[in-house]
Every structure is written in structure tokens, then in C-alpha cells.
């Protein structure tokens, strides 16, 4: 009876302790929206499910962006490397405002923390999308559609007539040099600048705070399958974004208006502005969701008492640290204890090479599936959100479930780290073996790198500013910058398709002349479009390796997660997560995209010229491109491998579970 009476006693106490807590820190909801109905909420599975599904769409919205960047280039005529300084905007907020916004943050309220951050990222994605709606659709798109050729049509005519001809080959001084202004308009590369480096601030909050909170609500042994759970949800955020983009890019960039050409034409601009409003609406509604979680999750809150009381018997002058107030001079003592952890310096390195070399693949894969396969920006960016998106599943899902299972030490972790760096440098090396031949007009190249694309066959041609407009030779074998460069001097159509004869670089059994003030006999035609190349074998191993390496680099994500938060103490973790942010972002993701922009802008053939300068790249060196990239990257991430292998070195010893802190303090016992 005694015996009974003392465990009914105990339950009392413990279900006191939780009703304490729960009117203190574990109560869901907030201001008004409070009561039972919310509370049935606050556990561990809506938590990960919920914060999964927010990082899906917010991991969307970086794959949207990447998904419409060739799209954004042309329409606002931005080079490569100016693109790559954009997207560093994010990452610049990140390094300014990670470590401290972490530390603060972490021991405040989290849930609304992350939250203020995500309405961050809405305001990202409404900025974003501004500039469509200040500059429009551009005289580009507006002058490819059925509603500009009948509009006013006597007065458009003579307009047409105008671009039509400017298109051919024709005399140089029968035309004035004209070039087109929009290139010198930096208000929207401002303004996106601006949206990426407010977005900084929500990333910064979501992955420091988020995963922190999560590890501390959660049994240690059941971290890794939650953990990889919410990764998988999270996951599907590129497929998502890349998708959306997809379908956003197969409409015409001002959806009211009929264009006169399809999305296989390189001058097609999709509707690339639609999809951020979508985004902002989605991540908004999450968002809010998301601040209505307790600052502890109650389960969380009666484990903590427990382990503290069962470390009180082991030690009985055992009394817990106090936790100091947040301040400055604490803030440098928690980063100088942090500095000073090998473990977690190491693995910071090891993750700033790998970004290095992982981060063109993230934000230029479309662009290159573009160049290399020649394949549209539509599929280029469907193809990106679904390649791998099956075996990423797989492995990240398999990895947590063997990690909670098994439970493997720590250094077994590590090791497998450095398998998976191994594995993806063999796999970038290989991506420079796997492309297509090159069937572009092979004429000279000038010094700086550029194609010179005027020739004896057209040299009598006033090509400078002429749009970028391929066409193919009758053969099939070769593609020209445009008919005029081809020299082709008259254009009809056949059964609705546009033939360009007359072509004085297209050889033909008959002779031509290339002096204007002598008898022109009819040369070659030509068609529109880039020649056909067979390159879908190539293009299909080039997935398979794609979803190679994104299998075995699943596979390491709970394992480095793992190692990141056990190698420090526990009130430590979201500053840890910040210090690494900041590290990553001054290290990797701020020199990262601008080095590959730099690279990118180096292997282009064709510039799109205007009156400032040059616009946008239309033609690049394949071969170039593959080798400089993926040997580049490769060397990244072969270093990343080294310092990953140092982590195995200094992780021996380090308890990863429960029940390996729980077999310590048995030994203590006894």
C-alpha cells in the first residue's frame, strides 16, 4: 500500500511539474488565439512537420530564383557575374546579422523568432517580383506579339519593316548604330539585390534556430528520423520551385498578350514575376502557423526536470550552472569557447568547401543544362527540381532511420562523411567529360575570349546590334548568331515557318559575290533555331551521376547534423549554428557565386550588346565551361574531404545518444 501511495504520489508531483510549466513556457498560442483546441498541437510530430513544410517553401523560393535566371538576364540584360553578386545579397545579411541574431534569439521565444524571420522572406519574394511591375514586359517581349502587330497598324508597320531588316544583312552605312538602352537601367538589379539581402535575415533564423529547437524538444535517439524526416519535406522545396518556375516559364512574360513565337525560341520570356506572389502568400500563412508554438514543447519541459534530478543523485553537490544573462561580454566568452572546439572548427571548414564547390550546381544547374544539353529554360528548370529528387528522398530517409536504429558512434558518422566527399569529387570530375559537340559557327576568337563573329563571307554585313536570333544552315551543321550573320539578305515564309535565303555564309553549288556593287548571285538559306544535336545519351548519364551524387549526399546529412550539435554544449547549439552560418556565408556563400559568375562570363562567346556595354551572354564556350566549372569545383570539395577527415580524427569519445550520456552516469554511479 505504501509502495502504491508513493508511485501515485510521484505521478502527482510529476503531472504538478507539468502543469506549472505548461501556464508558463508550454502553453500554444498567442494573445488571443490561445486555448485547449491549440494545445493538442504542441507536440513533436506537428513541430516537424510544420517547420518541414516552411523550409519546403522557403527552399522553393531560392529554386524558383535560380530557376529564372537565364529568364531575368535577358529580360533586364544582366551579365553572369553581376547575377552571382545578387544572390550573395542573402548571404552578406547572413554574415552580419547570424551570430548575433543567434544568440539573442536562442534564448528567447524561438517559434516567433523564426517566424519574424519567414515574414522577412515574404517581403523578399514581393520585392523580387517589383520589378516587373515598375519596368513591365520590356520592348523585347511586347514587339514578339499579335497585339503589337495590330495595334495602331499603320503606324507599327514601318517599325517592323525596321527590326525585320535590321535582322538581314544589309549595307553599313545604310543604318544608324542602334543600340538598346535597357542594359543601362540598374534599378532592378538594385532592387533584387536588396530582396536577397532582407532574405538573408529569415534564413539566417530559420536553419539556427530551427534545428536547435527541434534537438532540444526531441529524444536524443529519436532525432536523427525526425531530423530526416523534416530534411525530406524540406527537400521537396527545390522539385517545388523548380517546378513552379517550369510552369511560370511556359507562360508569355505578360500572360494577356498572344506571343507570336513559342517557348523553344531563345527570345521567349516567361512569366517569371507570377510565382513570387504565390510564394509569399504560401510561406505567410506557415509562418504564422508556426509562431503559435510554445516556447517548450511540454513533454520536453518534464524530461529536462527528470535528467536533472537523476544527475542530482549521481552527484548529490551536483547543482546546474546557472545560465548567464544575455550580454556582450557573454556573447565573447561563448564565441571564444566555441573557436576553441576543434571538433566543430573542422567540421565548419570541412562545410565551407563543399559549398564552395556545391554552390554553381545550386544556382547555375539550369543555366548549364541550358548551355551544354540545349535544352529550354522551361525544361531546364523542371529537369533541376526533379533529378534526383527520388534518390535524395531515399537517402536522406534511410540514413536517419539507420542512424536512430543502429545508433553507430560517432566516428562512424565521420568516416562516412569522408566516403560521401570522395564520392562527389569523383562525380563533379566526371561531369567535365559529359558533354555535346559543338555544331556553333567556329569562326575566330578574339583575344579576350569572345567570338569573332564577323568573317569574309560577312563582312560586307552591319551585324554589331543585331539581337541574338540563331539559325541553322541548310545542311544542319552549322548554327549562326543570326541571319545576318549568316549574311542572309531576304527572308519569306514556307507553310507558315520563316526561310532565310540568300545567305552568303551558307555555301551552295552556285557562286556568290560579296560586294554589294557587283551582281549578287543567291546563295544558301537557312531556318531559325540552333541546329539539332544528338546529345541524349550524354545528357542521360550526366542525370545518372546528378542523382548519384544527390543520393550519397543525403546520406550524410543527419550524420553531420549529428556531429555539429553533440560537439557542444547545449546551450550553445543555436549560437554554434550561427557561428558556422557566419563562417560559411564570409567563406563560401558570399566569393562562391561570384567566383562561378567570373567563370561563366569568361567562357562566353556572344555578348548581348548596348549602349553601356555589354548585357546579357547568349553563346558559350561548352568545352570551356565544363572544364574550368567542374575542375574547380572538384578541388573544393576535395578539400572539404581533408578537413572531414580530421573530424574523425578529433570525434572519438563524443556521445551522440541518450543512452550513451545515460551508460556515463552509471559508471559514475558505481
Not at 129 to 151: I, K, M, N, Q, W
Not at 180 to 207: D, R, T
Not at 232 to 238: C, E, K, N, S, V
Not at 266 to 286: K, T, Y
Request: aromatic share 14%; hydrophobic share 40%.
Amino acid at each position: 500500500m505504501e509502495s502504491n501511495h508513493r508511485k501515485i504520489s510521484s505521478k502527482t508531483n510529476h503531472k504538478r511539474t507539468y502543469d506549472v510549466r505548461l501556464t508558463e513556457d508550454t502553453t500554444c498560442g498567442i494573445w488571443f488565439l490561445k486555448g485547449p483546441w491549440l494545445q493538442r498541437f504542441a507536440n513533436k510530430k506537428a513541430y516537424v512537420f510544420l517547420y518541414g513544410l516552411l523550409g519546403c517553401v522557403f527552399s522553393a523560393a531560392y529554386a524558383y530564383f535560380n530557376g529564372t535566371i537565364t529568364t531575368l538576364e535577358k529580360r533586364f540584360k544582366i551579365p553572369s557575374r553581376t547575377t552571382g553578386i545578387i544572390t550573395v545579397g542573402n548571404d552578406l545579411s547572413q554574415l552580419f546579422v547570424s551570430v548575433i541574431l543567434s544568440y539573442y534569439a536562442g534564448r528567447g521565444h524561438r517559434p516567433r523568432w523564426m517566424a519574424l524571420g519567414m515574414y522577412t522572406v515574404v517581403l523578399f519574394c514581393l520585392l523580387t517580383a517589383l520589378p516587373h511591375f515598375l519596368c513591365g514586359a520590356g520592348s523585347d517581349a511586347l514587339t514578339l506579339t499579335v497585339e503589337y502587330r495590330t495595334h495602331d497598324r499603320n503606324s507599327t508597320i514601318d517599325a517592323l519593316d525596321r527590326v525585320q531588316k535590321k535582322a538581314l544583312c544589309h549595307r553599313k552605312n545604310s543604318t544608324t548604330s542602334d543600340c538598346e538602352m535597357e542594359g543601362g537601367n540598374y534599378s532592378p538589379q538594385l532592387i533584387l539585390f536588396i530582396a536577397q539581402f532582407i532574405s538573408g535575415i529569415g534564413g539566417s533564423l530559420y536553419y539556427t534556430l530551427g534545428v536547435s529547437y527541434m534537438d532540444d524538444n526531441i529524444k536524443k535517439s529519436k532525432t536523427p528520423a525526425l531530423f530526416s524526416f523534416s530534411y525530406f519535406i524540406r527537400m521537396l522545396g527545390p522539385a517545388v520551385g523548380y517546378g513552379l518556375a517550369s510552369f511560370c516559364l511556359k507562360l508569355y512574360i505578360s500572360p494577356s498578350l498572344t506571343p507570336t513565337i513559342d517557348n523553344n525560341d531563345p527570345r521567349w520570356l516567361g512569366a517569371w514575376w507570377l510565382g513570387w506572389i504565390i510564394l509569399a502568400i504560401v510561406i505567410f500563412i506557415f509562418a504564422s502557423l508556426l509562431a503559435l508554438f510554445p516556447k517548450t514543447l511540454p513533454r520536453a519541459a518534464v524530461r529536462k526536470e527528470l535528467l536533472k534530478k537523476q544527475i542530482s543523485k549521481v552527484n548529490e553537490k551536483f547543482e546546474p550552472e546557472p545560465e548567464l544573462p544575455t550580454s556582450f561580454k557573454d556573447m565573447l566568452v561563448t564565441f571564444k569557447r566555441l573557436i576553441y572546439n576543434p571538433t566543430l572548427m573542422l567540421n565548419n571548414f570541412a562545410a565551407i568547401f563543399y559549398f564552395l564547390g556545391y554552390m554553381p550546381y545550386w544556382i547555375f544547374l539550369p543555366k548549364y543544362i541550358e548551355t551544354q544539353y540545349r535544352q529550354s529554360a522551361s525544361a531546364s528548370s523542371l529537369i533541376t527540381g526533379s533529378a534526383g529528387l527520388v534518390f535524395s528522398a531515399i537517402g536522406i530517409l534511410l540514413s536517419g532511420l539507420i542512424i536512430s536504429k543502429y545508433k553507430p558512434r560517432a566516428r562512424y558518422l565521420a568516416a562516412w562523411n569522408v566516403i560521401v566527399g570522395a564520392i562527389s569529387v569523383l562525380g563533379i570530375v566526371s561531369y567535365a567529360y559529359l558533354g555535346c559537340a559543338e555544331n556553333d559557327n567556329r569562326a575566330p576568337l578574339l583575344p579576350n575570349g569572345e567570338l569573332n563573329p564577323v568573317t569574309e563571307c560577312n563582312s560586307h554585313c552591319f551585324c554589331d546590334y543585331v539581337k541574338y536570333n540563331p539559325v541553322c544552315s541548310q545542311d544542319g551543321t552549322t548554327t549562326f548568331i543570326s541571319a545576318c550573320h549568316a549574311g542572309c539578305r531576304q527572308s519569306r515564309k514556307i507553310n507558315g515557318t520563316e526561310i532565310f535565303s540568300d545567305c552568303s555564309c551558307i555555301l551552295t553549288n552556285q557562286t556568290y559575290l560579296v560586294d554589294f556593287n557587283h551582281t549578287f548571285h543567291e546563295g544558301g538559306f537557312a531556318t531559325p533555331g540552333n541546329c539539332s544535336v544528338d546529345c541524349l545519351s550524354k545528357f542521360y548519364i550526366f542525370l545518372i551521376v546528378v542523382c548519384l551524387l544527390k543520393f550519397s549526399g543525403a546520406t550524410g546529412r543527419a550524420s553531420n547534423f549529428l556531429v555539429t550539435v553533440r560537439c557542444v554544449e547545449e546551450k550553445d547549439k543555436p549560437v554554434a549554428m550561427g557561428f558556422g552560418l557566419m563562417l560559411m556565408s564570409l567563406c563560401a556563400f558570399v566569393p562562391s557565386p561570384i567566383l562561378f559568375g567570373i567563370i561563366l562570363d569568361k567562357a562566353c562567346l556572344v555578348w548581348g550588346k548596348t549602349c553601356t556595354g555589354n548585357g546579357n551572354c547568349w553563346l558559350y564556350n561548352g568545352k570551356t565551361l565544363r572544364y574550368t566549372m567542374n575542375f574547380t569545383a572538384a578541388t573544393f570539395v576535395l578539400i572539404g574531404t581533408l578537413f572531414d577527415a580530421g573530424v574523425w580524427f578529433f570525434v572519438k569519445g563524443l556521445k551522440i545518444f541518450d543512452e550513451e550520456i545515460e551508460l556515463e552516469l552509471e559508471d559514475l554511479a558505481s
